[in-house]
Each structure stands twice: as structure tokens, then as C-alpha cells.
């Protein structure tokens, strides 16, 4: 009776070991693949800046949208106007699912206008989406210089226009201004963090910058509202869409001289729309992709990341989704010769002359 009793007892426990292994390993099979884990996000900006910024804000909400809530790391790569971030996410990132790139949008118009040094594939690249989709670009100058005016402006020559980098999306922005201003033998200085770029002009080491009007107003409100620069146009992106706070400074286009001269402005406001993309490696297994892109749809509809971005940023989000960013990518102009104008406007020798 004592030897039946002993049996049962060994038998039910042998069920509860074997039941509770069988639940155990089915709470494992069903753990997030990103619980515990920690994702790397490249970023090809300086710590400081707006695009900066913008990552700040996106990373503490995109974690929450991924299941199993993974740390992310943020290592900043700044350098080649975005190549240096992007040929390291292509070429040496491991597509596992956690490295995820958060570029400037630089680095679209630097790979179609066939710039040295791109050593990636755009369209290889796997999209995620992006928080905005355009930006205005102003030009702006020192008010002790006393240029006031597009006039006054063009009869100045050698006006220093201050950059980050060769290839960076403000510095081209500098040379389309220059070029379309018809500015005298303007001098481009690059080398500087977009904050440097705000001291030196200040310093009177630079004479004038084009920059984002987002970034301008955030950091350095008082030069608009204290009268300490002067603005002298303003790229719309898109096009048509007025900046509330500058609606009489003159749009780029109005002083293009042909068609292909609009062309190009067209082109470089598509590349702008793409804002700052986020994107995965080329081979990232389809499951993460999956995971991530649905985390970031759900990331770029927060109310709590559109209150962040706008606390940190300035701006509100006008997102990409991931599906629009991809279609926008794949659907760039790449006509042959307004490309190459392009690539001759934005590069680091002298502006062509207008004819």
C-alpha cells in the first residue's frame, strides 16, 4: 500500500517537473526577440545639433514601441556630409536587426549626384520612415555688414558663407543660394559644428550661413527678434508652403533664369523631402524588419513623440511613413544633365557662371 502510495507520489511529480519544463520553455520560445538587448543607432550628426535633436526625441519612444523594450545606444559618426555613417551602415554593420541608421537626408543627394566617397546603395538600403518631410533653408547675413537688400547683397564680393563639411545639406544650400543670388566671388568655409558655425558668425569670422529656419529659431531666436540678422531668401520645401515667421522673404525660384535651372531647384527639393531618414542594412532578416518598421509607424503617431519633438526640436513631426520614404527614394529625377548641374553647384569648386 506504502509502495502504491510512493509510486503515485513519483509519478505526479514527474508530471509537474515535466509540465512546468514544458511551460518554461514556452514562455522562452515566446520572450521578444529585443528583450535584453541593446540596438545601436548610427547617427551621422554631432551631438548638439538639430538633427541631433531630432534622434533624442525619436529614440526613448521607438524603444517603447518595440516589444521586449531594448536599451538604445546612440554613436554619433559625423563626417562627409553623411557618407562616413552611411558607408559604415552598408558596408560594416552587421544586419542582425540591431544597428539601425538615423541619417541626414545629405546623404540621398549625395549618392545620386555621384559624389566621391558614397560607397553605398540607396536603393539596398531598407527604410523605416522619417519625422519630417521637408524643412525651408534661409540665407542670412551679419546686419553690422549693412546688406539689406538683394542688391546691396550681389555688389559685395567675396562674401564668407560658413558650413559644417564639404557635401553637408547646409553647405549646399549655401552654394544654391550663392548661385541663384548671383553673389560676387563668394568664399565657402567648411570645417565647423553647426553650432561653431553660429559663433563664428557672431565673431565676424563668417559673413553670412544658410541653415534650416527650424534650427535658426530654436537656437538663436533673438536674431530674428531683435533684428540682428539680415534674410535674404528662403527655400520652400515643398515648394508653396510659406514659413510663418518669414512669409516676405523671396523664394529661391523666383530668381531662377530657365528651366533647367527649376529643374534642379526640383530635384534638390525632392532630396529634401526625404527629411532624416531612418534605415536598416542591406539582409536584415524580414521578421526584424517587420518588427521595427511596424515600431516606428507606431513611434511617428504618438502624441507623446509629436510633444517631444516639438519641446526639443521646435518643429512639429511631418512624418514619412516607412512605405512613402521607400517610394520617395525610388522615385527621385535622375535626369542625367540636371544632375550633373547639380553636382556642379553642390561640390567644392567655383560656382559656374550664369548665363
Do not use: C
Not at 540621398?108 to 527604410?127: A, H, N, P, Q
Request: aromatic share 8%.
Amino acid at each position: 500500500m506504502m509502495e502504491s502510495q510512493y509510486a503515485k507520489t513519483v509519478s505526479t511529480l514527474i508530471i509537474f517537473l515535466f509540465a512546468m519544463h514544458m511551460f518554461a520553455g514556452a514562455g522562452l520560445a515566446q520572450a521578444p526577440f529585443y528583450q535584453g538587448k541593446t540596438i545601436t543607432m548610427i547617427v551621422s550628426t554631432a551631438p548638439g545639433g538639430t538633427g541631433d535633436l531630432r534622434v533624442k526625441a525619436m529614440a526613448p519612444i521607438l524603444r517603447k514601441h518595440i516589444p521586449g523594450n531594448p536599451a538604445i545606444a546612440m554613436e554619433y559618426m559625423d563626417g562627409g556630409g553623411g557618407r562616413k555613417a552611411a558607408n559604415y551602415l552598408f558596408r560594416n554593420s552587421r544586419p542582425d536587426g540591431l544597428t539601425i541608421g538615423a541619417l541626414s537626408g545629405g546623404i540621398v543627394s549625395l549618392e545620386i549626384m555621384r559624389e566621391s566617397g558614397v560607397m553605398y546603395d540607396l536603393d539596398k538600403f531598407i527604410y523605416l520612415g522619417a519625422p519630417e518631410s521637408g524643412g525651408h533653408y534661409i540665407i542670412y547675413t551679419r546686419k553690422e555688414l549693412g546688406l539689406s537688400s538683394i542688391e546691396k547683397l550681389r555688389a559685395v564680393s567675396g562674401l564668407r558663407i560658413g558650413a559644417q563639411s564639404v557635401g553637408h545639406v547646409s553647405y549646399v544650400a549655401g552654394r544654391l543660394f550663392a548661385y541663384f543670388l548671383s553673389l560676387k566671388d563668394p568664399k565657402f568655409i567648411a570645417g565647423y559644428s553647426a553650432p561653431e558655425v553660429d559663433a563664428a558668425l557672431l565673431r565676424g569670422e563668417l559673413d553670412a550661413r544658410a541653415n534650416l529656419a527650424t534650427s535658426m529659431l530654436r537656437r538663436n531666436p533673438e536674431w530674428v527678434e531683435k533684428g540682428l540678422m539680415d534674410f535674404h531668401s528662403m527655400m520652400e520645401v515643398p515648394l508653396g508652403a510659406k514659413h510663418p515667421r518669414f512669409p516676405t522673404v523671396p523664394e529661391i525660384e523666383t530668381f531662377a533664369k530657365s528651366e533647367q535651372e527649376k529643374k534642379v531647384l526640383a530635384v534638390w527639393r525632392v532630396f529634401r523631402l526625404v527629411g532624416s531618414p531612418y534605415m536598416l542594412p542591406p539582409g536584415t532578416p524580414k521578421d526584424k524588419v517587420d518588427i521595427l518598421q511596424e515600431a516606428m509607424r507606431k513611434t511617428l503617431k504618438d502624441s507623446e513623440f509629436h510633444r517631444e519633438y516639438k519641446k526639443l526640436v521646435g518643429d512639429d513631426v511631418d512624418p514619412l511613413m516607412p512605405e512613402e520614404l521607400s517610394k520617395a527614394i525610388r522615385e527621385i529625377p535622375r535626369d542625367p544633365e540636371v544632375i550633373d548641374m547639380l553636382r556642379t553647384l553642390s561640390g567644392a569648386g567655383h560656382l559656374p557662371p550664369r548665363n
